[in-house]
């Protein structure tokens, strides 16, 4: 029975976050490794309102973006636990998926 990996990494600096991408992809190119994407998402704005003092006034919100690339590993479930559980910098979040086909 086959299994699908679905890899999900988030992050608000596109610029890291597209080099950990393009490191998994050439690693995975290397091994042999089925592997679909990078598929981007489009971006997610955020606008967070500040409060000056708990009785009233407010800043400029904060604003930020958070970018989205997902990978997916087709039947290769070492590799995929291994990009699942490797360290990242702060600032990427992965999340792992999996499912099975018949």
Same mark, same amino acid.
């Given at each position: 029975? #086959? =299994?699908?990996?679905?890899?999900? =990494?988030? %992050?608000?600096?596109?610029?890291?976050? *597209? %080099?950990?991408? %393009?490191?998994?992809?050439?690693? $995975? *190119?290397? @091994?042999?490794?089925?592997? @679909?994407? #990078?598929?981007?998402?489009? #971006? *997610?704005?955020?606008?967070? #309102?500040?409060? @000056?003092?708990?009785?009233?006034?407010?800043?400029?919100?904060?604003?930020?973006?958070?970018?989205?690339?997902?990978?997916?590993?087709?039947?290769?479930?070492? =590799?995929?636990?291994?990009? $699942?559980?490797?360290?990242?910098?702060?600032?990427?979040?992965?999340?792992?998926?999996?499912? %099975?086909?018949?």
């Amino acid at each position: 029975m #086959p =299994f699908v990996t679905r890899l999900t =990494f988030r %992050s608000g600096d596109a610029d890291r976050l *597209e %080099s950990v991408v %393009s490191d998994l992809k050439h690693r $995975a *190119e290397r @091994k042999g490794v089925e592997l @679909k994407g #990078p598929h981007a998402e489009p #971006p *997610e704005r955020y606008r967070v #309102p500040q409060q @000056k003092q708990v009785d009233g006034g407010t800043f400029d919100p904060w604003r930020y973006t958070v970018y989205t690339r997902v990978l997916e590993v087709v039947d290769h479930n070492e =590799f995929a636990r291994a990009v $699942a559980e490797r360290d990242y910098p702060d600032r990427i979040h992965v999340t792992a998926e999996i499912e %099975s086909f018949r």
